[in-house]
């Protein structure tokens, strides 16, 4: 791992911020370093998602004497999404411009951790459908290159998921 120049709870701190900003909006700009550092760490947390996104169990629960069949998360799925929501950080989802705090919280009141629920619900089945055309596992993301920062010179780069 590359210390880019700052104390260990400060670097794990910004790659926790980098990480999650890439899951949430697809695409961050940033250091060349970086980005690579991001991209080591963003890519294993898909991979754990793609291996666990569909692993479900039916459970039949009886509730007030009418018996139903639910669907959990099966031990595995519930390990590695506990896994990912201690590395990520929670960010709200966004309230739509004219929208009331009732509706609101209705429309995101059974989702606690949406960067998670985006992570499981959305990339993986995206990426697994995309191993399974390709043949391969792996390169969730790409860098671009953009050029020096005018202040320091550093290499900026725009992060993003393929």
Known sequence: MRKLGRPSDQRKAMLRGLVTSLIWNGK????????KET??????????AIRQYDN???????????????????PAKLAARRMIISYLYNVPEAKLEKESKYD????????????????????????AQR??????????????????RRGDAAEVVILELV
């Open 28 to 35: 961050i700009e940033t250091t060349m370093m970086r980005a």
């Open 104 to 127: 609101y919280r209705k429309r995101t009141g059974d989702v606690n951790m949406p960067v998670v629920e985006k992570l499981f619900r959305e990339i993986a089945p995206k990426y």
């Open 39 to 48: 991209q080591r760490i963003a890519e294993k947390l898909i991979t754990k």
């Open 56 to 74: 479900t169990v039916e459970v039949e629960k009886t509730i007030d004497g009418t018996k139903t069949k639910v669907t959990n998360d099966s």
């Open 131 to 148: 191993a399974k055309d390709k043949g391969q596992g792996g390169g969730y993301s790409r860098i671009i290159k953009k050029g020096p």
